[in-house]
């Protein structure tokens, strides 16, 4: 069996603009809005079809080897609306993780919830 190195998988998501998704979880616009807005990339739907799932693995073999990946059916596309407020919660939430790690404060109440 061949797995795909975790860095790879990693490396490709967090350097694209956009990410293609499928599963249960597309069922729901409120939860694809919520990904595009978290991750601040564009999310496209792929078009529920046979066997989507393998020929999921099958394009990430493909990346991991170089290939260019074949294209798929859009069904639908979520773009992330403004990023900043996450992007602003994310740094300071970083910031009180590592002085809570030093044992220097404590979260502030809106971040622990």
């Known amino acids: 069996m061949y797995l795909i190195p975790w860095k790879v998988l990693v490396e490709s998501v967090s350097l694209s603009l956009t990410m293609k998704?499928?599963?249960?979880?597309v069922r729901s616009?409120?939860?694809?809005?919520?990904?595009?807005?978290v991750l601040c990339k564009e999310i496209k739907v792929i078009k529920n079809e046979i066997s989507v799932a393998q020929k999921g693995l099958y394009y990430l073999y493909l990346l991991d080897k170089g290939?260019?990946?074949?294209?798929?059916?859009?069904?639908?596309?979520?773009?992330?609306?403004?990023?900043?407020?996450?992007?602003?919660?994310?740094?300071?939430?970083?910031?009180?993780?590592n002085r809570m790690l030093q044992n220097k404060e404590c979260f502030p109440i809106y971040l622990a919830q």
Request: glycine share 4%; with cysteine; charged share 20%.
């Open 29 to 37: 616009q409120s939860w694809c809005e919520l990904l595009s807005n």
């Open 67 to 97: 290939s260019e990946m074949p294209s798929v059916e859009i069904e639908k596309s979520y773009y992330p609306s403004n990023c900043q407020p996450f992007e602003l919660l994310y740094k300071e939430y970083k910031f009180y993780a």
């Open 21 to 25: 998704v499928t599963g249960g979880m």
